[in-house]
Nanobody, 123 residues
Framework: VQLQASGGGLVQPGGSLRLSCAASGNIFSIGDMGWYRQGPTNERELVASITGTHNTNYADSVKGRFTISRDNGKNTVYLQMNSLKPEDTAVYYC??????????????????WGQGTQVTVSS
């Protein structure tokens, strides 16, 4: 099982970016998916999460600016980031609760992390 994140980059304040994170492998099911970020303080904080039934949760600092969504058919979670601010600068990580099978073995849900993608908001 792998999570591959993409979509980071350099953007000016007020700009937008869309992050994607695709899960691959012999996936049986995916539960909650989310985005975290790790900035200059080196603490990893929750940005947004989404359940399998599309219930969402956001950090107060991003409410009204960021939107999390998922495409269950593509095993992909997205983070649309609008009105970006310099304080949004961080490495963004996706995670997901994934159960999978390998041969005749079933592996119950465990949390997997993507590799991180850098978002820099600067003029």
């Amino acid at each position: 099982v792998q999570l591959q994140a993409s979509g980071g980059g350099l953007v000016q304040p007020g700009g937008s970016l869309r992050l994607s994170c695709a899960a691959s492998g012999n996936i049986f099911s995916i539960g909650d998916m989310g985005w975290y970020r790790q900035g200059p303080t080196n603490e990893r904080e929750l940005v947004a999460s989404i359940t399998g039934t599309h219930n969402t949760n956001y950090a107060d600092s991003v409410k009204g600016r960021f939107t999390i969504s998922r495409d269950n058919g593509k095993n992909t979670v997205y983070l649309q980031m609008n009105s970006l601010k310099p304080e949004d600068t961080a490495v963004y990580y996706c995670n997901a609760g994934i159960s999978y099978y390998s041969g005749s073995y079933y592996y119950p849900e465990n949390v997997y992390w993507g590799q991180g993608t850098q978002v820099t908001v600067s003029s």
